[in-house]
């Protein structure tokens, strides 16, 4: 079993930044890949970014440039730093783990993230 803990979420004005953690814990050595997702109300959640088990990384055309994923293998701890938010960055963002083992997938709580114009 994976756990995932989000922080960092919150409410910022356009163009500000945000950096969102997700702490895994348990069976993290069953992770394959860690991503951010996203979610807004009566949508899709849409994936935003992710990470692979050896550093090689993806993110969606609408963040690309202003979006960073990272990790700390150390802390097992996976970063979405946001820069150049846009209102329509707002949305509930999800961390979500892929494992070698079932039931393969794991999701953190949420956290909201807030933009105003």
């Known amino acids: 079993q994976v756990q995932l803990v989000e922080s960092g979420g919150g409410w910022v004005q356009a163009g500000g930044s945000l950096r969102l953690s997700c702490a895994a814990s348990g069976s993290t050595f069953s992770i394959n890949r860690m991503a951010w997702y996203r979610q807004t109300p009566g949508k899709q959640r849409e994936l935003v970014a992710h990470i692979s088990s050896g550093g090689s990384t993806n993110l969606s055309n609408s963040v690309k440039g202003r979006f960073t994923i990272s990790r700390d293998n150390a802390k097992n701890t996976v970063y979405l730093q946001m820069n150049t938010l846009k209102p329509e960055d707002t949305a509930v963002y999800y961390c979500?783990?892929?494992?070698?083992?079932?039931?393969?997938?794991?999701w953190g709580q949420g956290t909201q993230v807030t933009v105003s114009s």
């Open positions: 979500h783990a892929l494992t070698a083992t079932r039931p393969y997938n794991y």
